[in-house]
Each structure stands twice: as C-alpha cells, then as structure tokens.
C-alpha cells in the first residue's frame, strides 16, 4: 500500500477544505476536521480521513446541513437535550458537552440526549473529554443494520459502539471504544481495502456461511462479539441511543436512509458521573490501588493506552495515498 506523510496540521486542514468545499460552514467543519485530526493522531484510522468521502456524500445529497446550528436544552437539572437539526455529530458534542459537564460536576450524575444527528465517528472523544474533566463518561449509539443477533443470519442491529472512560488524575484516563459487533465496519472495509483477512467468527457472507474474506463479510453480515453476550449489548445499545433518545433504531434509519453511503440520521446517549461526589473523598486512591494491582500483571495494558502513547508523536502520519488523491479532488 502507498502512503503519503501529512502532518497533523495538513490532515486537519484537508478535512476542513473538503468539507468547507462541499457545503459546510465554518464551525461545522472546524469541529469535523478536529475529530478528524485527533483520530489520525491517534492511530484510529478508520474514522479519520477514510470518513471524509462519506461526509461528503452525506452533504452532496443533502442528507446532512452543513450549516444547521445545534439546540441545547436541559429538560431537568440532570437531564439535557441537544437537537442537532441535520447537522454531523462532532459540532452537536462540542455544543452540549461542555454542558453535560457543568451538570454532572454540580450534582453527581447527568444524562444527555443527542438527536436529529449524523453520527460517523469514533465515540471515545466524547468519554474522554468528560475524564479529563474529573467525570466518568459512557456513550452509545445505534447505525444502519450490519449485526445478525444471536442465533440469527439477518441483520437488525447496527455495530452499535459503547465508549467508557474512567478518570485517572496525573496518568492518561481509562478509555474503550468498541463495536458490540465482532469487528467495526469501517475496520472491515479498510481490511478489504488493503487485501486482508479478517478472524473467523467476524461475519458470514451473502449465503450465511462464515468466511474471513472482509469483502464478502461487507456484502454479507456481521456477527455480534462473544456470541449471546455481545447480542445482548447490542440490544442494549439499540434501546439506550434510540429508545431512550427518542430517535430511530438502526432498521428504522435504513428504511429512512437515502443511500448515499453517508451517515444514517439516529441518536446518541451521553451519561457523566462525578466520583467525587457519588465515591466521595480518597475515591482517586482506591482506584489507583486497583490500577497498581492490574498493570502489574504482566502482559496487561490499560485501555486507551495505545492511543495516549500514540499522541505523544508530534510527527507526520502515513495516510494511504490513494485516499489522500481522493480527498484532494474533492477540493
């Protein structure tokens, strides 16, 4: 595979040029392009430039409102609401996390609600970004059907992605972010993409047999991780980001999808807690204890690690040229 070295301020600024080119404003695209920038700084690279083709698509149809403005509400002291109206998730979370926050730091626990949203990001910004401010954070969100539920060969749930964060004062914070489906899609497609195979039990093809060949997965469907378990996080996704929000399911976001290969319209659900005040004073200790006992096990690693060791590279990131050519030409 061919790769081209961009820095991290050139990978920020060609995903700010392709999406201003295409329909965006400016802080649409500037809250876009950060999320952009950080998942390439980060090593996530299936949601950092390879999405910008779909942005685009999703804004050339008119699916997406490159300038719609995102409403913040809170319904109760603990409960707030934010009403994207069209608009790309990233602009939606940097409105309303700062106020779930605020929230959540004054009364110990606080839900947000994200809805009218089109979501194609990583999910960990959102939790992290509540850790580094003393809180635990945990997000989900449903997408367009991919995942057979257990025990069946038809798809109902999306890859339905949770992210957990723990904070973790003077050390990088405790942060996953994972499909509840075997393997993310876009990991699938990137897998196809460079000629790679994937693990047995990710997905089965068009006919429902099991294969490892990730094209004939993405024409096919994929399975849910550790079999009934991983289902039943599925459904739990489903009922918290569309059920609870109020927004659609991911069999509802298909039958209401244009087709374009953009994001899917759906909701996301956003919870901060305040160890601080619901564990109380020396909660930061006992925490640490745990954390002591757990990396001294050897072959350990914390999550998220991989991505805070990552960032600490200030240098140029290798993106696969053949993308690098199809942005620019979006310009």
């Not at 994200?114 to 850790?131: C, D």
């Not at 992210?163 to 990991?187: E, I, L, Q």
């Not at 659900?269 to 601080?276: G, R, W, Y």
Request: charged residues 20%.
């Amino acid at each position: 595979m061919s790769t081209t070295d961009l820095t991290l301020d050139e990978i920020h600024a060609l995903a700010h040029d392709a999406m201003t080119a295409n329909g965006c404003d400016a802080a649409n695209a500037g809250a876009l392009a950060d999320i952009v920038m950080r998942a390439e700084r980060d090593g996530s690279h299936s949601h950092g430039l390879f999405r910008i083709p779909g942005y685009v698509k999703a804004l050339k149809s008119g699916k997406v409102d490159g300038t719609a403005s995102p409403t913040v509400t809170k319904k109760t002291p603990a409960v707030i609401t934010c009403e994207g109206h069209g608009c790309f998730a990233p602009l939606a979370q940097a409105t309303a996390l700062p106020v779930l926050a605020e929230a959540a730091q004054e009364i110990g626990i606080a839900a947000l609600s994200l809805t009218g949203i089109h979501h194609f990001a990583a999910l960990w910004p959102e939790t992290e970004y509540l850790a580094d401010r003393g809180l635990v954070g945990i997000a989900c969100t449903a997408y367009m059907p991919m995942v057979a539920p257990v025990g069946s060969s038809t798809k109902l749930f999306g890859t339905n992605p949770i992210s957990f964060a723990w904070p973790r004062p003077g050390h990088g914070p405790v942060c996953y972010d994972m499909a509840t489906a075997a393997m993310a899609m876009g990991d699938i497609q990137i897998a196809a993409r460079d000629g790679r195979e994937v693990p047995l039990g990710t997905g089965l093809d068009a006919d429902g047999h099991a294969t490892t060949d990730p094209a004939k997965i993405a024409a096919g469907v994929l399975l849910p991780f550790g079999g009934y378990k991983g289902s039943a996080i599925a459904l739990m996704v489903e009922l918290l980001a569309a059920g609870l929000t109020g927004e659609r399911f991911s069999y509802e976001a298909k039958e209401h999808d244009n087709g374009d290969g953009g994001p899917p319209r759906g909701g996301e659900m956003v919870i901060a807690m305040s160890p601080e005040l619901i564990a109380g004073p020396g909660w930061e200790a006992h925490v640490e204890a745990f954390m002591d006992k757990l990396t001294s096990l050897e072959g350990v690693r914390v999550p998220g690690a991989r991505r805070h060791k990552n960032r600490l590279d200030a240098g140029p990131r290798a993106i696969n040229s053949a993308l690098v050519e199809t942005i620019r030409g979006l310009l």
